[in-house]
C-alpha cells in the first residue's frame, strides 16, 4: 500500500492550496480516508474524512474552508483549502483505515485508527 501526497507550498493567509493524495494497493472507495495534519510540537490532528459513499465531515477549525473530495477512477484523494491561516500551518498527511472509522461520531480523527499514511507534504501560511 503506498500514499503519495502532493500540492503543499507557500501561500500567504487567505490563500488557497489543493492537497492530492495519490492511492496504490487499496482502494478509497472501500475504506474511511483521513486528512491529519501536525504542527511542530503538536500532536496530529484529524482535519477531514471520507467514507466510501463520499459522505464527509471536517473539524471544527476547518469546517467552511476546508473541502475533501474523491475521484474513485483515479483513486486520488483531495483537500481544498481556502482561507488558509497561519494556524493551518503544519504537515499534512493522508491515511487509509477501516470503513468503520467513519462511523464515530467521535475518535474518527484518531491517528491510531488508520492503517496506512503518506509521507507527507508541507503547508506553510505566512
Known amino acids: 500500500v503506498q500514499l503519495v501526497e502532493s500540492g503543499g507550498g507557500s501561500v500567504q493567509t487567505g490563500g488557497s492550496l489543493k492537497l492530492s493524495c495519490a492511492a496504490s494497493?487499496?482502494?478509497?472507495?472501500?475504506?474511511?480516508i483521513g486528512w491529519f495534519r501536525q504542527a511542530p510540537g503538536k500532536e496530529r490532528e484529524g482535519v477531514a474524512i471520507?467514507?466510501?459513499?463520499?459522505?464527509?465531515r471536517y473539524a471544527d477549525s476547518v469546517k467552511g474552508r476546508f473541502t475533501s473530495s474523491k475521484d474513485s477512477a483515479k483513486n486520488t484523494l483531495y483537500l481544498q483549502m481556502n482561507s488558509l491561516k497561519p494556524e493551518d500551518t503544519a504537515m499534512y498527511y493522508c491515511?487509509?483505515?477501516?470503513?468503520?472509522?467513519?462511523?464515530?461520531?467521535?475518535?474518527?480523527?484518531?491517528?491510531?485508527?488508520?492503517?496506512?499514511w503518506g509521507q507527507g507534504t508541507q503547508v506553510t501560511v505566512s
Open positions: 491515511a487509509a483505515g477501516p470503513r468503520w472509522v467513519c462511523s464515530l461520531v467521535a475518535g474518527w480523527g484518531s491517528a491510531m485508527l488508520y492503517q496506512y
Open positions: 494497493g487499496v482502494t478509497y472507495s472501500s475504506g474511511c
Open positions: 471520507i467514507d466510501s459513499s463520499g459522505s464527509t
